[in-house]
């Protein structure tokens, strides 16, 4: 079985990391967990994804998985339909 250097969270959090750039958002480390930022013109700045909550929330690395994957798609859909 092969062995890595770096823990299993760490390299799912970098590919996640990876796809979320692709589309124009950006994993960044919070506290225990991740959060998920997307840039918003209108303020000049990145933001949480969700674009609703009023406090800094923390994600864990399934959760960003799963987040990951619905925004992949989201942005698909978009780009299929333009």
């Not at 950006?26 to 994804?49: D, M, Q």
């Not at 987040?67 to 942005?75: F, K, R």
Request: hydrophobic share 40%.
């Amino acid at each position: 079985m092969k062995s890595f250097k770096t823990p299993t969270e760490e390299r799912l959090a970098k590919r996640m990391q990876k796809r979320l750039a692709k589309i124009g958002f950006k994993l960044v480390k919070r506290g225990e967990g991740y959060a998920i930022l997307v840039f918003n013109e209108v303020v000049g700045s990145w933001i949480e994804a969700d674009g609703m909550s009023p406090v800094p929330y923390s994600l864990s690395v399934e959760d960003v998985i799963r987040l990951t994957h619905e925004y992949v798609c989201e942005a698909e859909i978009e780009s299929l339909a333009a």
